[in-house]
């Protein structure tokens, strides 16, 4: 059984990219473009890893982290959140 991946990405052409190559690679993927969606997928089914996006509309990827972390159930849960440079610029200012 194929490992299975939540992407967490509110820009739709970078979630596709995401989840195209995620599949090609053999994963099950589970796609949401928020963190509210995101929590019910998760309730439905415990993926093995999240990648979720930082900057997300509503909760964003670090309050989602921080509230899974605090469920015992999600606690270990590995969660990846890739950040780019300018995105890391724009929240020093």
């Keep these: 059984m194929p490992k299975s991946i939540l992407v967490v990405e509110d ?6 990219l995401l989840v195209f190559t995620l599949l090609r690679d053999g994963y099950e993927v589970v796609e949401a473009e928020t ?3 995101a929590l019910e997928k ?3 089914s415990l ?11 509503g909760m964003d ?3 989602l982290a921080k509230r899974l972390r ?3 159930l999600t606690a270990d849960l590995p969660i990846v959140m890739p950040v780019s440079y ?3 610029r724009a929240h020093e200012t």
Excluded: F, K, S, Y
């Excluded at 820009?11 to 596709?16: D, G, T």
């Design 42 to 44: 998760i309730d439905n």
């Design 61 to 63: 990827g670090i309050d």
């Design 11 to 16: 820009e739709q052409e970078i979630r596709e």
């Design 86 to 88: 300018t995105h890391l």
């Design 35 to 37: 963190a509210e969606v």
């Design 47 to 57: 993926p093995d890893l999240i990648l979720v996006d930082w900057m997300l509309p």
């Design 70 to 72: 605090r469920d015992e």
